[in-house]
């Protein structure tokens, strides 16, 4: 692997800054007080997403180069800026896969960018879409035993060796999920406490699987149904159940806890 001393990724505005561990490629980012200088060519105002990276940072309270730096772009930056945890050395060895030397895109590459489904529980459990359940190299990188497909179609003829439970269902106020809950709860259950992983997945992978995944929280983690929104929208902020599904997350919260403890009159759902 060869890490450059800036490597940055402009698109859809987000940005990604890797720090090479060599001293004299760090002290050339620093002015002549010790200070990070953000690199003229970037305008960081207008990015929406910031990471920050070094070799295997893993504790913000211990100084180093990836606090620094983030320090730096957070005073320019009107998002959030983010460290990511453990650094070049645990994202690569969580997800090989996603690593590049290439550094350079053109618009064309990055529009045709590959992308993954989201991961909602680390190492288990996956939300994507359709594209992305009949990719097979997708699957393969993820390790992807078991899929419920929340489709109108059925998908029992896909390639592959991954369980698939079907529940045809369309995305309509009108579609019952509810009914379905249980059996797709019990289901992803089975798979994660083996140590499987399990990819949800819907047309657009917005409304059905997320309603489907919110349920599952509910189930395995005891959320109610407001935590495992705020949960969810942190994985995919465009994540959007249909208001008839939204109710069924509501009757499905009063059927796991016992009690109704969600508004979902509240402008945020």
């Known amino acids: 692997w060869i890490w450059t001393r800036l490597m940055t990724l402009s698109f859809r505005g987000s940005l990604s800054v890797g720090l090479k561990s060599e001293r004299d490629l760090f002290a050339s980012l620093q002015d002549c007080q010790g200070a990070f200088v953000l690199p003229e060519a970037v305008e960081v105002d207008s990015m929406q997403h910031v990471w920050v990276y070094d070799s295997n940072s893993s504790c913000l309270q211990q100084p180093g180069r990836a606090a620094e730096c983030a320090q730096a772009f957070a005073r320019a930056s009107l998002a959030p800026v983010h460290i990511v945890r453990g650094g070049f050395e645990r994202f690569s060895a969580l997800y090989p896969f996603l690593r590049t030397q290439k550094i350079i895109y053109t618009v064309t590459e990055l529009e045709n960018l590959l992308t993954y489904p989201v991961e909602v529980i680390a190492?288990?459990?996956?939300?994507?879409?359709?594209?992305?359940?009949?990719?097979?190299?997708?699957?393969?990188?993820?390790?992807?035993?078991?899929?419920?497909?929340?489709?109108?179609?059925?998908?029992?003829?896909?390639?592959?060796?991954?369980?698939?439970?079907?529940?045809?269902?369309?995305d309509s106020v009108d579609s019952d999920l509810f009914s379905c809950f249980e059996k797709i709860c019990s289901f992803i259950e089975s798979h994660i406490l083996r140590g499987s992983r399990v990819l949800v997945v819907s047309r657009e992978g917005r409304s059905r699987c997320s309603a489907v995944t919110m349920a599952f929280l509910m189930y395995h983690l005891a959320y109610s149904l407001e935590e495992a929104w705020k949960y969810m929208s942190t994985c995919k902020p465009s994540m959007r159940p249909n208001t008839g599904f939204l109710q069924q997350l509501s009757d499905w919260e009063l059927n796991t806890m016992g009690i109704k403890v969600t508004d979902i009159s509240k402008p945020h759902f």
């Open 123 to 170: 190492g288990l459990l996956y939300m994507g879409d359709q594209k992305q359940l009949m990719d097979a190299g997708v699957l393969g990188d993820l390790k992807i035993s078991a899929v419920v497909s929340i489709l109108q179609s059925d998908t029992q003829s896909m390639r592959g060796s991954q369980a698939v439970l079907n529940v045809p269902a369309a």
